[in-house]
C-alpha cells in the first residue's frame, strides 16, 4: 500500500553543485534529464527518483546516493 | 517504436470535428428525449387529444384460426378520453424522469470527451463521471422503465379493458444494466489510472 504521508527527504544537490561549481542545467545536460525536472528533485518538489537518474546524478557528480539524499529526522 | 503516427492511429484520435459531432449528437438525444417524453405529451394535453396509455393484451385474429395461429400478446395504446390533469401529470412523470437522465448523462458524457480530448483523461473527476454514468444505467433506467409500468398500470386501472384488466411487458431492460456494469469497470481502470498518475508525478 503506497504511503501517503509526505516525506522528509532532503536533497542536496545545490551543495554538491556549488563544490564542483557545476550549474544545474549543466548537469541535465550530462545526466540527461530536464532542467525542470532537476530543479524539482533539486528544491525537495520530487516524490520518487528513478534508480537510473540517480546513478547517473552520482556517475556525473562523483559521488554516492546518501551524498544527494538523506533522511531529515521526524 | 517512436515514430509517425500511423494511419489507422490517426483515424482514432478524437478530433475537433470528432468532439463537435458527438456535441451534437448528444444535444439531439436530449431534446429527442424531451420531445417524446414531455414536449409531445403536453402538446398532446394542450390540443385535447385523449391520453395514450401502453397495455399488453391477447392478439385474436379470426381469419387466422383456419391455419392455426398460436396467438401472443400484443402491445396497444389505450385511448384515454377525458383524463384528469392528475392522470395527465401521473402520465408526464416517466417522461420526466427520462428526460432528466438523459440529459444528464449527456452532460456527464460531454465533460468526459472534453477531459480525454484535452489529453487529461486520469482527472480524478473522470472517475466519478464514469461511475455517475454507470449508475445512471444499472439504477436510473430500470428505475425509470419500472416507473413507466407502474404509471401505466395506475392510469388503465380503472378503465374496462373487456380483457381481465391492463397487463405489462415483463422486459427489465438488461442491455442498459449491462452497460451500466461495464461502465463502473471502466471507472475502477480510471481510478487505478488516476492513481498510477499521481504515482508518476513528481518522478525524476
Redo the contacts between chains.
Keep these: 500500500m503506497?504511503v501517503e504521508e509526505p516525506h522528509r527527504v532532503v536533497c542536496h544537490l545545490d551543495r554538491l553543485l556549488e563544490e564542483r561549481g557545476m550549474t544545474l542545467a549543466a548537469l541535465a545536460e550530462a545526466v540527461g534529464?530536464t532542467v525542470v525536472?532537476?530543479s524539482?528533485?533539486k528544491n525537495d518538489?520530487?516524490?520518487?527518483?528513478?534508480f537510473s537518474?540517480l546513478t547517473a546524478v552520482c556517475d556525473v557528480l562523483g559521488c554516492q546516493p546518501g551524498d544527494v539524499l538523506s533522511v531529515e529526522p521526524a | 517504436m517512436a515514430g509517425r503516427p500511423s494511419l489507422s492511429s490517426n483515424l482514432w484520435r478524437f478530433d475537433r470535428s470528432d468532439r463537435w459531432g458527438l456535441t451534437a449528437l448528444l444535444v439531439l438525444v436530449t431534446a429527442a428525449a424531451a420531445l417524446a417524453g414531455v414536449v409531445g405529451p403536453v402538446l398532446d394535453w394542450v390540443a385535447g387529444e385523449p391520453l395514450a396509455v401502453g397495455t399488453v393484451g391477447p392478439v385474436v385474429v379470426p381469419t387466422l384460426d383456419a391455419v392455426g395461429t398460436r396467438y401472443g400478446d400484443g402491445e396497444y395504446d389505450v385511448l384515454l378520453t377525458g383524463a384528469g390533469v392528475g392522470q395527465r401529470l401521473l402520465d408526464l412523470l416517466p417522461g420526466v424522469a427520462l428526460t432528466v437522465l438523459v440529459a444528464v448523462g449527456c452532460l456527464l458524457v460531454q465533460r468526459l470527451m472534453r477531459g480525454v480530448a484535452a489529453g487529461d483523461a486520469f482527472d480524478p473527476r473522470n472517475v466519478s463521471r464514469l461511475r455517475g454514468l454507470a449508475l445512471l444505467l444499472a439504477l436510473g433506467v430500470p428505475v425509470v422503465w419500472f416507473a413507466r409500468v407502474t404509471t401505466d398500470l395506475a392510469l388503465l386501472s380503472g378503465a374496462d379493458l373487456g380483457t381481465g384488466g391492463p397487463g405489462a411487458l415483463v422486459e427489465v431492460p438488461w442491455l442498459p444494466m449491462l452497460g451500466g456494469m461495464v461502465l463502473a469497470l471502466v471507472a475502477e481502470a480510471f481510478r487505478a489510472g488516476t492513481q498510477l498518475r499521481d504515482d508518476v508525478e513528481g518522478l525524476v
Design positions: 503506497p534529464v525536472n532537476l524539482v528533485l518538489r520530487a516524490k520518487a527518483i528513478r537518474t
